[in-house]
């Protein structure tokens, strides 16, 4: 057991002066193959397999490299996730709290398409990991959103390669900022949770690199992360960490990442296959991984070059971690009400406004009372279960955020809704199992509502609000009736929108969701609609600043919501309703050759998202990169200047409303007729305006690579440009071009 004094490293500012190379040299192999395999995560899910024991170091923590303490070599902490550091809020051998801020979930800072305010975010949470001695924050989650029912999506950006690459390289370079490093993941076509440790994905090379890495691409090139965590999947037959092709041909050689490419928790069964394929740190750690290392390097099977160059990278990382530097100290205080304001703007922004008839939104100011319906209105998710959920201090409710804003609110039905949600979350917790109980959060159904109640309700307010709520996790997809919504949804919906609008009073519909659900049956019913996803702790006082006008909505959809789940490319190969029960769901299954579970064949190809729907002509309920704003805007000018690397494009946009708005600005591409078969268009580019006063125009310039044109030739093995004539667009969602100009591609030295 490793002894909590050797976090005073006496030695160890002397020996950080030395070269790698030097320490490299003093170590035992049994000590580097010690330095591969973290320490363990006890004190978490599993601790009789863990190596050693650091847990009271930062308690909650994900888990820790080996120190060795002969050499004085320091250890790194790695601390989930991508919505807030993910640590114990208190300690058993401290007095206090450990707080951490609870940010929007992924998919909601994606819907800002906002890198600056992404940023922001992330250079908050690297703070935020600083001063709690977190030295490794294992996110931001980037997976494509391939599937509306993979349970994590909600960690994840969107369905777009381009959108997710550019958002997880702004929280990267803000994570990173201050010495902190970040940990993008998980490293890839980590796409489903059913069977999420032993699935095998059988996908073409063509949709890997276009769809697939070209997020971790972008990320990689433009936020430069010090570490990396593969996934736990297979790709066509070998888990990724055991990958060279992936982790060092396209990761190192290709993409030109340097850092420390980590397994996930428990990920891959064979550490020499994993030293041999790049990935250098094996977590959390075992003890049968340390003996596996040694012996395959005593028998000969694995070179120790291997892990040299594993051990090289570790202590590199160890070495710049920020509780390594000299001067530096965990004060445990980080600034949580600075970062609340943070995870405030950052919620407001991330809100997506799908419908307003005849601007039903913002609640006019003569609006007083508000009839406020619906569990999650009383009881607000901010955010998804398992690794990235925050210990957070508060979490503002809907009610509480209309509260704040000056609305009147029933007291008699809010007590209603509380006495309803607290039984029904007491009768689901007894399903629950305490091994689970972190990772799974129990909801209520929706509490039923007489009319004659709802009629009382239409009588004393002006305005209705029904929030619908859905939670999801780590280690679950969701289910199709997930994606629908339950009959006592249906009957609250239709019976308020009848009731208040006989009434001459509007409703709006606040989805608190960390994934798409299905909008097309029921969206011509109420007035307004918000998609509010997951907001973190701060979300009902965003979601009042959108409703109260205080704010003007600015979010995009960065997913395509569709029709039906039948509608979507990838619905045949995803295992639609085939999740089984929690704990088979945890651990690695036995291979019964059952489609979708053991494996799934991504047929649909590079046809993702938006690319499938329009492609294909499929009608959707709202589409990909879809957003209204109380005000209105006009595009003009479109200039587009061809260069021999470069593609130039600037456009005009005037705020041609009456309120104050941001707009995001969306370039796409379509393809020519040639040999390769192109999706109808592509996002190229995107940037959003600053906030626009009525009547002010702003010119936004966009630069696409004419590399980026091309294709991924599977025959040739090589992306391939292919001359024509290509179509550049601009637009506000991939549903609505504004202005199109056409540009001939000539034969590009393929
Ligand atoms: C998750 C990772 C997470 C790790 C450590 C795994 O179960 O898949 O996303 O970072 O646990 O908590």
């Known amino acids: 057991m490793v002894s909590l004094a050797l976090m005073c490293f006496a030695g160890c500012r002397q020996e950080q002066d030395k070269t790698i190379d030097e320490v490299l040299r003093k170590m035992t192999l049994e000590e580097k193959a010690r330095i591969i395999v973290g320490t363990g995560n006890e004190g978490r899910w599993v601790a009789e397999a863990s190596v050693g024991n650091m847990k009271d170091v930062v308690p909650g923590a994900a888990g820790t490299t080996c120190p060795i303490e002969r050499l004085s070599i320091p250890f790194v902490i790695l601390s989930d996730g991508p919505a807030g550091v993910n640590i114990d809020s208190t300690r058993e051998h401290e007095a206090g709290t450990f707080y951490c801020t609870h940010f929007p979930v992924g998919t909601a800072l994606a819907s800002t398409w906002n890198s600056e305010l992404v940023e922001t975010v992330g250079r908050t949470i690297g703070d935020e990991a600083a001063h709690y001695g977190v030295d490794v924050v294992l996110g931001p989650g980037m997976n494509i959103h391939r599937h509306p029912l993979n349970g994590r999506n909600f960690e994840y950006y969107s369905e777009d390669p381009l959108l997710t690459g550019k958002t997880a390289a702004a929280m990267i370079r803000g994570i990173q900022a201050d010495g902190v490093a970040a940990c993008p993941k998980h490293f890839a076509a980590n796409n489903q949770e059913t069977n999420r440790m032993g699935n095998d994905v059988r996908v073409s090379q063509r949709a890997l690199r276009e769809i697939y890495l070209k997020g971790f691409e972008i990320a990689v090139r433009e936020g430069n992360p010090k570490a990396l965590m593969t996934s736990y999947n297979k790709i066509n037959g070998i888990s990724v960490s055991e990958r060279h092709d992936l982790v060092t041909d396209f990761l190192r050689e290709e993409c030109g990442f340097s850092g420390v490419v980590v397994t996930d928790w428990y990920g891959g069964d064979h550490p020499e296959e994993q030293m041999k394929a790049g990935n250098d740190l094996i977590m959390p750690g075992q003890q049968w991984q340390v003996d596996s290392i040694v012996h395959a390097v005593n028998a000969g099977r694995l070179d120790i070059s291997y892990v040299d160059q594993c051990v090289r990278r570790i202590l590199k990382l160890v070495y710049a971690a920020p509780r390594n530097r000299d001067g530096h100290a965990c004060d445990n205080h980080p600034d949580l009400k600075a970062h609340a304001a943070i995870a405030r703007q950052s919620a407001t922004e991330g809100i997506v406004l799908l419908k307003n008839d005849k601007q039903a939104l913002p609640i006019a100011p003569a609006a007083k009372e508000i009839a406020l319906f619906g569990c999650a209105s009383y009881d607000y998710i901010p955010g998804g279960s398992g690794s990235g959920d925050v210990r957070r201090a508060y979490t503002v409710s809907i009610l509480q955020g209309l509260q704040n804003a000056g609305y009147g609110l029933d007291p008699q039905l809010a007590s209603r809704y509380a006495d309803f949600i607290g039984k029904s979350i007491a009768a689901g917790q007894t399903k629950v199992t305490a091994r689970f109980a972190d990772m799974v959060r129990v909801r209520p159904d929706e509490m ?211 309120a104050e708005g941001r707009e995001v600005v969306q370039l796409y591409v379509s393809a020519p007729a040639a040999s390769m078969d192109k999706p109808a268009k592509e996002l190229k580019a995107f940037a959003k305006t600053a906030s626009l006063t009525p009547g002010e125009k702003a010119t936004v310039s966009l630069v696409v690579k004419v590399e980026d044109l091309r294709s991924y030739d599977e025959g040739a093995k090589q992306w391939k440009l292919e001359p024509g004539t290509y179509k550049v667009m601009v637009a506000s969602s991939s549903r609505d071009i504004q202005a199109t100009e056409s540009i001939e591609i000539e034969n590009w030295g393929n």
């Open 448 to 658: 039923p509502l007489a009319e004659a109640e709802i009629a009382a309700q239409a009588r004393r307010a002006d305005y209705a609000v029904i929030t619908l709520g859905r939670t999801c996790g780590e280690y679950y997809d969701r289910t199709s009736s997930d994606f629908e919504l339950s009959p006592e949804e249906r009957a609250l919906l239709e019976n308020v929108c009848r009731i208040f609008h006989a009434a001459g009073k509007r409703v709006a519909v606040v989805l608190n969701i960390g994934g798409v659900v299905e909008t097309a049956s029921w969206k011509h019913l109420p007035d307004a609609i918000l998609c509010a996803w997951q907001l973190g702790q701060e979300g009902g006082n965003s979601v009042a600043d959108v409703l109260s006008g205080r704010q003007s909505p600015s979010g995009k959809l960065p997913m395509t919501f569709p029709v039906r789940l039948d509608d979507i490319g990838a619905n045949a190969n995803f295992p639609v309703d085939q999740t089984s029960d929690v704990v088979s769901m945890a651990s690695r299954r036995i291979d019964r050759g059952e489609r979708n579970v053991d494996y799934t064949c991504y047929e649909e190809g590079i046809y993702v998202g938006y690319r499938w729907f329009d492609s294909r002509q499929v009608e959707v309920s709202y589409p990909f990169g879809y957003g209204l704003s109380y005000t209105t805007f006009a595009y003009s000018d479109l200039k587009v200047q061809q260069g021999e690397e470069e593609i130039t494009v600037s456009v005009d946009i005037t705020n041609s409303g009456t």
